[in-house]
């Protein structure tokens, strides 16, 4: 099997956390690189751990998304489907595994196979906190999967699996601008008679950055499936409290949205021997900015590699 080669890529949420901390960028792209491997360095095997560990509201958001794509494919079949079935033989099961995982430390062991929630390892919760955490995230995904059958299926109901675009998982689905690989992994895509529809499962609150991760999947229409910007409708879909947001790509925003990857790939180089992506070696660690924030830094994966340098 030839060697894995860590090569540059770029996507929405590697740009938030280099934005967020530089830093976090090298734990999580460089430092960790072999960290599964048998002669990985200590280093390396703790920072290919703490990569991988996830949060509740994170698994909200996975549960909740297998639990509607169930659903969906449920009811296209024309089979009935209740919020309860979906939540109870999908997301249930799921969701028990992952926290048996976590709670019983099986991470130690494969960190790959297994879940580690970040507020498990760092001993966030007491009992009592553990049973209102774990409360409260199953009414959310509940309240989810009954907003996306009562109020978003009615408009996908009328779409044919056949006018889905395929879309591939993590390290499969992604498109070149220029000569940088831009990771960018949609929920859900139709292609309709006059256009392009891009739909993203939304479990927590609203935001602004929302815009710019689906015109990132409108600028993932035109490269990889030569969609027009004006007939690429996207949707958030606010499945907490079943609000959408929705509008229509432009050439302008096209524009602003390669400038602005433009920018950040630019920005990343920087952290890189002689700044050359194709070799893609980081600087030593030490020349890698730090955040400064402490509640930042707190509730980032990386804190303990990070908390000899910090001064609070």
């Known amino acids: 099997m030839p060697e894995l080669k860590n090569t540059f890529a770029w996507s929405f949420s590697a ?10 960028r ?26 991988r560990m996830d949060t509740l509201p994170a698994l909200r958001g996975k549960a909740v998304e297998k639990a509607i ?16 079935q979906a939540y109870e033989q999908i997301a249930k099961p799921w969701l028990n595994t992952c926290w048996t995982q976590s709670k019983q430390g099986l991470w130690r062991t494969d960190c790959k ?15 009592d906190q553990e049973k209102e955490a774990v409360t409260t995230e199953v009414a959310n995904i509940r309240r989810c999967i009954g907003n996306f059958t009562t109020r978003v299926w009615p408009r996908l109901k009328d779409i044919s699996p056949a006018d889905e675009i395929a879309i591939g998982g993590p390290g499969e689905e992604f498109f070149m601008l220029h000569d940088v690989k831009i990771n960018a992994i949609p929920d859900y895509a139709v292609r309709t008679a006059d256009a392009v529809r891009i739909h993203d499962w939304k479990a927590g609150k609203p935001s602004e950055k929302h815009r710019t991760q689906l015109n990132i999947y409108g600028l993932w229409a035109k490269m990889k499936h030569g969609a027009v910007p004006e007939n690429t409708l996207l949707f958030v879909e606010y499945l907490s409290d079943g609000k959408l ?14 400038e602005w990857i433009e920018t950040s790939v630019a920005a990343m180089t920087g952290y890189l021997e002689n700044e050359d992506r194709a070799g893609n070696i980081p600087l030593p660690r030490e020349q890698w900015d730090l955040a400064t924030e402490p509640e930042l830094c707190r509730n980032c994966n990386f804190y303990e590699l990070c908390k000899p340098e910090l001064g609070f």
């Open 15 to 24: 740009a938030e956390a280099f934005d967020a901390c530089p830093r976090k």
């Open 26 to 51: 090298y734990w999580g792209v460089y430092a960790r690189w072999g960290g599964w491997a048998p002669g990985a360095s200590e280093i390396q095997r703790k920072a290919w751990q703490l990569s």
């Open 69 to 84: 794509m169930w659903a969906l494919r449920e009811m296209q079949a024309g089979r009935t489907v209740t919020p309860d």
């Open 113 to 127: 196979a297994n879940c580690c929630l970040r507020e498990h390892y760092c001993g966030q919760w007491n009992a």
């Open 245 to 258: 947001a929705a509008w229509a790509f432009s050439e302008e925003e096209l524009r602003e949205t390669m």
